[in-house]
């Protein structure tokens, strides 16, 4: 089993032919909603990938929960630990401009109650055969006693870097698989603008250092990894992307469901490479989400 320790939200997602100036009020154009927030994402991608997944989170006593939660209750979700707060919901307010430029507000609410006490309940549950996965939209000592307990119970954990917090170094040290983008790896390596080589050998730099797992997501470019000392490449589709929000937190769930499944390292990279270039073909992050069966079409 997958257990996804992590944010739940709604995206209200607003459309106009330009971004506002400070003070400036303009038209809009479109307004949608959709289910988010990189937890849930994450469990779904990793659901939809035919692993078994239970989702661990907080969710307000309103009415964007049941939305927040719908396509993951759909999917076959185990959502027993998802706990209701008196705090609204989390919700990403995102502006996207005519030209595709966009800018968001996050709002922590219910996540900001998923705790240290939550983490000890959800890692005492696991087995030796489970994943724990982790992001950085609830609270950090919530990531860190959840990963403190994994190490201590000799259980793999798996952490996304993202969205890059203060946290986001230390914390990403303490996981076994680490996964970031280009610009979260160059945080956790304390580099900056790397050429491919130069990633590359920070990247040894840091697996040495550490003995993690690293992998990095190069968008278009597919996926760099180093694993007990081997470095690793996949690519994913040569696509013309429509929306690129749900590819990342796709790939982490394909990723992780492919290891459970019992892949091996290399074609869980490739599967989940392939899975994130699907995810861009879609507006949306969790409705862009392709299922196992889209994805081994295309491998």
């Not at 154009?29 to 989170?57: D, I």
């Not at 990723?255 to 989940?272: I, K, P, T």
């Amino acid at each position: 089993m997958i257990t996804v320790f992590g944010s739940i939200n709604m995206d209200l997602i607003a459309t106009t032919a330009r971004l506002p100036k400070p003070g400036e009020t303009v038209a809009g154009t479109g307004f949608s909603t959709a289910a988010g927030g990189k937890g849930a994402n994450q469990a779904l991608a990793a659901k939809r990938a035919g692993a078994e997944v239970r989702m661990v989170g907080a969710v307000g006593n309103d009415h964007f929960a049941a939305d927040a939660l719908a396509l993951l209750k759909e999917a076959g979700t185990d959502l027993t630990a998802v706990k209701t707060v008196e705090e609204p919901t989390g919700t990403a307010h995102i502006l996207v401009g005519g030209d595709g430029e966009n800018v968001i507000v996050v709002v922590e609410s219910a996540n900001g109650r998923v705790t240290a006490t939550d983490a000890h309940e959800t890692v005492a549950a696991l087995t030796a055969d489970d994943i724990l996965m982790l992001q950085l939209e609830i609270p950090a000592a919530s990531v860190e006693a959840a990963l403190v307990a994994a190490k201590a119970k000799g259980l793999t954990s798996i952490i996304n870097i993202a969205p890059l917090t203060d946290d986001a170094e230390r914390l990403g040290r303490m996981a076994d698989i680490v996964i970031a983008n280009e610009t979260e790896f160059e945080l956790l390596a304390g580099a900056h603008n790397l050429t491919a080589e130069a990633r590359e050998a920070a990247m040894k730099t840091l697996h040495d250092e550490t003995g993690q797992t690293l992998i990095v997501t190069l968008g278009g470019d597919g996926v760099v990894a180093i694993k007990a000392g081997a470095m690793y490449r996949a690519r994913g589709l040569t696509i013309e992307p429509v929306n690129t929000v749900g590819a990342g937190d796709t790939f982490c769930g394909y990723f992780a469901a492919s290891l459970n499944e019992g892949l091996d390292f290399e074609a869980a990279l490739r599967r989940a490479a392939v899975a994130g270039s699907l995810a861009c073909l879609k507006p949306g992050a969790q409705p862009a989400i392709p299922t196992a069966n889209e994805v081994a079409a295309k491998l």
